[in-house]
């Protein structure tokens, strides 16, 4: 069965440094989205990403990170200058499109650590 | 704006048991999906249902059952005869589009459910 992929499982930085979480999500999926989960806490929606460009972005999403897909299979999130409060399970998910049947398909997360 | 709460924050029960998790939500929209989510201790995010708002008979799955409730605001998550698999913190989440959209879900915060043996 097809799953999103997400890598590392867990990052450790230094407080300051740039760090870059990748997700492979379902082939065939045109949307994809990045998620944050405060340990403890409920998951945060972040960003989603369609047709190579942002669609959404909560207020969490600020200057300090970015998206991209680089190449056909990855979906990355770019974290620079982490803080300490960025250390959180950072959740990936891919769905075929936004309506219909299509639910939302989440990889098992990288957790981060910035100390 | 939409919310979702769940009001319990941890439920211990002795396996067998039957145990039934809250989930409250607000949403200005017409039509909108509610889901449960289910994070085991791995971490990881796994699928249950999803709901659409004109769907308002009951699901059972197994051992698994939901009632939406309209007219409460409610779709509350039931689990009948409880194994520590069972183990895990679930969330409930709610969403404009079937496909959680461009604006992503809204999740609850989560009730953390312990199965005791």
């Known amino acids: ?56 972005k909560s207020e969490i999403f600020d200057d300090q990170f970015s998206v991209e897909r680089p190449d056909g299979s990855n979906f990355t999130l770019k974290i620079r200058s982490t803080k300490l409060e960025d250390s959180a399970m950072y959740f990936c998910a891919s769905s075929v499109g936004t309506s219909g049947r299509n639910e939302q398909f989440f990889g098992p997360g990288t957790r981060l650590t910035v100390l | ?8 924050t941890e439920i ?32 990881e995010l796994v699928f249950l249902i999803r709901r659409n708002s004109f769907d308002e008979q009951n699901e059972i799955s197994g051992r698994y059952s939901w009632n939406f409730q309209k007219s409460t605001s409610s779709f509350n998550f039931t689990i ?38």
């Not at chain 1, 930085?13 to 403890?40: A, D, K």
């Not at chain 2, 949403?27 to 085991?40: A, E, I, V």
């Not at chain 2, 005869?81 to 461009?102: E, I, K, M, N, W």
């Open chain 1, 1 to 56: 069965e097809p799953e999103v992929t997400q890598t590392p499982s867990h990052q450790v930085t230094q407080m300051g440094q740039e760090v870059i979480l990748r997700c492979v999500p379902i082939s065939n999926h045109l949307y994809f989205y990045w998620y944050r989960q405060i340990l403890g806490q409920k998951v945060e929606f972040l960003v989603s990403f369609y047709n190579n460009e942002i669609s959404e």
């Open chain 2, 1 to 8: 704006a939409q919310k979702v709460t769940q009001a319990q």
């Open chain 2, 80 to 117: 009948t005869a409880s194994q520590v698999v069972d183990s895990a913190v679930y969330f409930c989440a709610l969403s404009p589009y079937p496909g959680g959209g461009a604006d992503g879900l809204t999740f609850g915060k989560g009730t953390h459910l312990i199965i005791q043996p």
């Open chain 2, 12 to 43: 211990s029960v002795v396996e067998k048991e039957d145990v039934t998790l809250d989930c409250v939500y607000e949403t200005r929209d017409t039509t909108y999906y509610l889901f449960w989510y289910k994070q085991p201790p791995s971490g």
